[in-house]
């Protein structure tokens, strides 16, 4: 890579918490020589709380296509780059996607300073199996697109974590229910890192009850973040796996096995590999 090309960082803000702007994205805000922001009046409160007069730009979803070229024009002459969306991480669910799409094809340096997300944030206080997820960003406004998005999802075992618009919070919760079950457990995390911050757990039907009673859940920013669905075994695969270890090793070797092989829980392999073994015929006998 030329060392005359700049360098695009892609900065994240604070999601409520102005003491959440890390002093290396204030030194990177600093020392850029632009900085690309999704609102320029919206971030020019957070720059001057920071005491940054750096130039911005506005670079949002109805100008990010034709911004693109000056702005990689610009650091591929060697001016650097921060890119900062209104709140969080950008390119989560926020502009930025072409701009470090089109830099990298460009041989552009990216690099993030990383900071607050509000799907990671909802995620680490929900309570929820963490090691596993999938972030699934707003669901479509529409209720018949919507239903589709979440029957896609119905199968999903991994937790699953949704931005959502307050006004939509219920219609989405009682989808939800009717698709994922109501007993599926879910959390809500509103107002992250403010001062009426609040987190809601339960299942999918205690959660659309609640916001059916409790007006002030239905105000706010907020993350849904729901648990997987129970893993279903294929029923074929998995036999044949367990077969084939149960040919070779104890019981219980083999289900700790099949369980690191197909990640499904152990008392369901478990429960198969009692059936599987007093099926097979021990060998050497007719
Ligand atoms: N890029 C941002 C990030 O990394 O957090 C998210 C931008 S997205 C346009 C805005 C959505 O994020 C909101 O509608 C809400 O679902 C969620 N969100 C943002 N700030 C939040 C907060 N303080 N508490 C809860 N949810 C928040």
Known sequence: ??????????????????????????????????????????SRRLLDHAGIDTPMVSLHEHNERERCASLVARLAAGESIALISDAGTPLVSDPGFR?????????????AVPGPSAALAALSIAGLPSDRFAFEGFLPAKDG??????DGLADEI????FFVTPRRL???LQAAAEVFGAERKAFIARELTKNF?????????????????????????MVLV???????????????????????VPLKTAVSLAMQISGLPRNILYRR???????????GEN
């Open 170 to 172: 219920a219609a989405e």
């Open 273 to 283: 590999a009692v059936e599987l073994q007093q099926q097979i015929q021990p060998k």
């Open 99 to 111: 701009l470090v799409r089109e830099a990298r094809t460009a041989g552009i340096e990216v690099r």
């Open 158 to 161: 991994r937790t699953l974590i």
């Open 145 to 150: 697109a919507r239903r589709t998005r979440l």
């Open 226 to 248: 729901v648990g997987g669905a129970e893993p279903k075994p294929d029923a074929g695969e998995t036999d044949q796996l367990l077969r084939i270890l149960l040919d070779e």
């Open 1 to 42: 890579m030329s060392n005359e090309t700049g360098i695009l960082h892609v900065v994240a803000t604070p999601i409520g918490n102005l003491g959440d702007l890390s002093p290396r994205a204030v030194a990177t805000l600093g020392a850029v020589d632009l900085i690309a922001a999704e609102d320029t009046r919206h």
């Open 197 to 221: 911050e609040s987190g809601y757990s339960g299942t999918l039907s205690e959660l659309l009850d609640q916001c059916h009673s409790d007006a002030s859940m239905q105000k706010g920013e």
